[in-house]
């Protein structure tokens, strides 16, 4: 920790994200794990607007956003111009090549772009903020956002509690592409993040990092919880932390430690009462909802236990 | 000395993007453009450019790799076609307001749907307000030189703006010519080396690409382009000038034929310029006074150089390979308006014509000029249609 | 001039900010309801704040906490949940 406080800030202060957004706490910490000159491009989105408000830009770093759903098309187009001109003489230095996008710029519209940049191995590391929604456009459903949600295009009702599917397990989409390097994260975990950012940053070929990114605004809660929010998500097994190396899937940090059984693993009550958007799922009504939704988280820990071989 | 070797439109493409050697190569293939891809691989597998080719996955990804290249400094082209153009419109938007000077083949191929692989202009049209310069190429020499001339153009201090080089799909794509090749070095000589605008890989002066402009800032960024393109017309013509001196082939934006003293005049771009300029001469074999004029730019639209051309004249028939339903063919519009203003007005009219690869002929030329010459035509003609 | 009363010509091309972490320049501490302060008594320097905060506005010199930038921190109260020892509190803004 005391080492990180004396880098330089890539991303600075006055950009209009809200007050206790995870999303810069994710961005200023996966920045510290590289010393190297970065590119970054960014989907459109929370971040991305927030950050680049013309004529005021929080990046001291070269950056770049053209659309919506080609952050890892613009990043490849990137990495490639810094390979032809490596490969011509005309580039000495190192760099690195990172792109960000939130569930909707990356699970959903930005799906196809992502996977053609790993299929291409190009040497760059993709983050995702997860915060379960389209959030910038309003808190629409994506398909990051877990069943009986409360977003604005499956909004809890008198038939219908919330979204009814189960999310997209991206990470092992991603995974499935043989990537050199994917993890999940939690801003809460900053060594386990930027320990997982710097594997990425080194790998030598395409990384996915998938962070959870509390939202105070979409998730309903207080803008001061949102780290113990992230925490909360890891604790509930809802968002375990763990990476793939080179084919090796491996437990990290409080998902660890709960597989060992040296931490308690929290039930998804817990889950739903800290969050606004999960409010209706504590009701008679929606019992068998929340019933099944622990199930269905029960069942992807095993799951992935298994996968880890714990 | 030129080469002179067999080539179709497409292959003729990719051999100059062999002699140019493009830092940055990004496509995905489409009927008709499939040439172009697959020759240029060749050229990449021989180890004949040091270009870094992707093969993206899809339209919207290659103009985003190109955006992403061309922005980090590289050189940058590309190739697409009808549902490819599509795929990427909002792409072709964006390189144009970051002022990307990226290069692409436009081999002309009809919208679906129903799904037709055939040439019209439906899709090049469809993208013409997206800030692109537009450059339509009547055969594979013209293929070839315009994509040569398109670097320099796009590159220029006074535009930088991205260029579309369009050719006929199939027409001009499938079709063996002989061409006249440059030598390698002159073509190397002629776009010169690429000069980026603060590219991204400089790590000492970061740029922020893509903002996000609230209503106080977009429309000057927009009016920015706007002049951008006004400054493009001299800057093409001191090219073309460039390129006739090194190849001894001269191009203009617009290319009257027999024109001068002709009463009736009939327009078009792309490859029916060929067949137009021999019915012309056949019709003036007969004594009747006609001429053509072939529309080599587009955008930005030439319109004081047409109202010259046009001034005076009789009757104008506006050959559109391409409808904008509701309306009309696209270019109609544009050149009743270039007229609209001039002291004396010719009767100006439309003939939507080849639509999904509808072949046009001498005779359906003819019969054109016969009705516009006997003021049987109406303000828009479908020609070659079975009504 | 204010940067909105410039005309066309007077921006970089193709919308690119060329100022680099302009964002600087405005001051999103004016967003504020409550402001956060740091016993220096209680504070170990564990610099969980300084990690946390969403607005790089938590001031660390030699791996020392030394207070916070409030000419851009929102108020947003992170920090004071997240320290371990208590050291920070929310007070109402203007109060």
Redesign the interface.
């Given at each position: 920790?005391?080492e990180?406080?004396?880098k330089p800030?890539k991303?600075?202060?006055?950009?209009?994200?809200?007050?206790?957004?995870?999303?810069?706490?994710i961005v200023?910490?996966v920045l510290m794990a590289t010393d190297k000159?970065?590119?970054v491009?960014n989907a459109t989105g929370c971040f991305?607007?927030s950050?680049?408000?013309?004529?005021?830009?929080?990046?001291?770093?070269?950056?770049?956003?053209?659309?919506f759903?080609?952050a890892a098309?613009?990043?490849?187009?990137?990495?490639?111009?810094?390979?032809?001109?490596q490969?011509?003489g005309k580039?000495k230095q190192e760099?690195r090549f990172i792109a960000f996008g939130g569930d909707g710029g990356t699970y959903d519209i930005g799906l196809?772009?992502l996977?053609?940049a790993i299929?291409?191995g190009h040497n760059f590391m993709y983050v995702c903020f997860n915060n379960e929604a389209y959030m910038n456009t309003g808190i629409q459903r994506s398909s990051a956002t877990m069943r009986g949600a409360s977003t604005t295009t499956c909004p809890t009702g008198l038939c219908s509690p919330g979204k009814k599917e189960y999310p997209k397990d991206m990470t092992k989409i991603i995974i499935a592409h043989d990537i050199p390097y994917a993890a999940q994260a939690s801003?809460h975990n900053?060594k386990d993040l930027v320990d997982k950012a710097a594997k990425g940053f080194e790998i030598g070929g395409p990384a996915f990092l998938n962070v959870i990114s509390p939202c105070?605004r979409g998730w309903r809660h207080?803008?001061?919880?949102?780290?113990?929010i992230s925490k909360l998500a890891v604790e509930t097994c809802m968002w375990p932390l763990y990476e793939f190396e080179r084919g090796t899937w491996r437990l990290t940090g409080e998902s660890k430690r709960i597989a060992e059984g040296k931490k308690e693993k929290r039930p998804m009550t817990d889950w739903f009462k800290a969050q606004g958007r999960f409010r209706q799922l504590l009701t008679d009504k929606w019992t068998t909802v929340a019933q099944e939704i622990q199930a269905n988280v029960d069942k992807k820990w095993e799951s992935l236990q298994n996968f880890c071989k714990v | 000395m030129q080469k002179l070797l067999a080539m179709n439109g497409d292959q003729a493409i990719a051999y100059a993007w062999k002699q140019i050697d493009p830092d940055v190569v990004a496509a995905y293939p489409i009927t008709p453009q499939t040439i172009i891809v697959e020759a240029f691989s060749e050229y990449v597998a021989d180890g004949h450019v040091t270009t870094e080719y992707v093969c993206t996955e899809s339209e919207h990804s290659a103009m985003s790799v190109c955006v992403g290249a061309s922005a980090a400094g590289a050189r940058t082209a590309t190739a697409t076609a009808s549902a490819g153009l599509a795929f990427m419109w909002e792409m072709l938007y964006i390189a144009a307001s970051m002022r990307l000077p990226i290069v692409m083949a436009v081999a002309n191929r009809a919208l679906s749907g129903p799904i037709n692989i055939h040439c019209d202009h439906s899709d090049s049209m469809g993208g013409r307000d997206a800030g692109w310069v537009q450059v339509y190429g009547e055969n594979a020499q013209e293929a070839y030189d315009n994509t040569i001339m398109a670097f320099r153009i796009a590159e220029h201090l006074n535009v930088r703006l991205p260029v579309m080089t369009c050719l006929d799909g199939f027409i001009t794509s499938h079709s063996l010519e002989n061409m006249s090749l440059l030598p390698d070095d002159v073509v190397k000589k002629f776009v010169g080396d690429f000069k980026p605008i603060r590219p991204l890989l400089d790590v000492s002066e970061p740029t922020s690409y893509g903002p996000f402009d609230s209503p106080e800032y977009y429309f000057e960024h927009k009016y920015q382009q706007v002049r951008a393109m006004e400054d493009a017309f001299p800057v093409i013509e001191e090219v073309q000038k460039e390129f006739a001196e090194i190849s001894g082939r001269s191009y203009d934006l617009i290319e009257p034929y027999r024109a001068d003293d002709a009463d009736y005049i009939v327009m078009a771009a792309g490859s029916t310029a060929g067949t137009l300029r021999q019915v012309v001469d056949e019709l003036r074999a007969e004594g009747k006074k006609v001429g053509s004029l072939k529309l080599r730019l587009f955008r930005p639209f030439p319109a004081k150089e047409i109202a010259k051309i046009l001034e005076g004249k009789k009757g104008v028939a506006v050959m559109d390979r391409a409808i904008s339903f509701g309306a009309s063919g696209p270019t109609f519009p544009e050149v009743r308006s270039a007229m609209f203003d001039s002291p004396s007005k010719p009767n100006i009219v439309d003939y939507v014509y080849g639509l999904g690869g509808r072949d046009v002929g001498v005779d359906d030329i003819k019969v054109v000029f016969s009705q516009l010459m006997k003021g049987e035509s109406k303000t828009i003609n479908y020609l070659g249609v079975r009504i | 001039m204010a940067e909105s009363d410039k005309k066309y010509n007077e921006y970089p091309i193709g919308g690119m900010i060329t100022e680099r972490g302009s964002a600087r320049r405005y001051k999103t501490g004016d967003w504020r309801s409550r402001r956060p302060e740091v016993d220096k008594e209680k504070c170990i320097d564990c610099l969980f704040c300084w990690i946390f905060c969403p607005d790089n506005s938590v001031l660390v010199e030699d791996e020392k906490m030394k207070g916070f930038r409030y000419s851009h921190c929102k108020g947003c109260g992170i920090c004071a949940t997240e320290c371990p020892k208590k050291a920070i509190t929310m007070k109402e803004e203007g109060a």
């Open positions: 920790m005391k990180l406080s004396h800030a991303l600075t202060e006055g950009h209009r994200l809200c007050a206790g957004c995870a999303e810069p706490i200023r910490q000159p970065i590119v491009a991305e607007v950050t680049s408000v013309y004529p005021f830009t929080a990046w001291d770093v070269p950056w770049i956003h053209s659309a759903e080609n098309a613009t990043i490849s187009g990137v990495e490639s111009t810094y390979r032809a001109l490969r011509k580039m760099m196809q772009a996977s053609g299929e291409r801003p900053w105070p207080e803008s001061a919880q949102t780290v113990e | - | -």
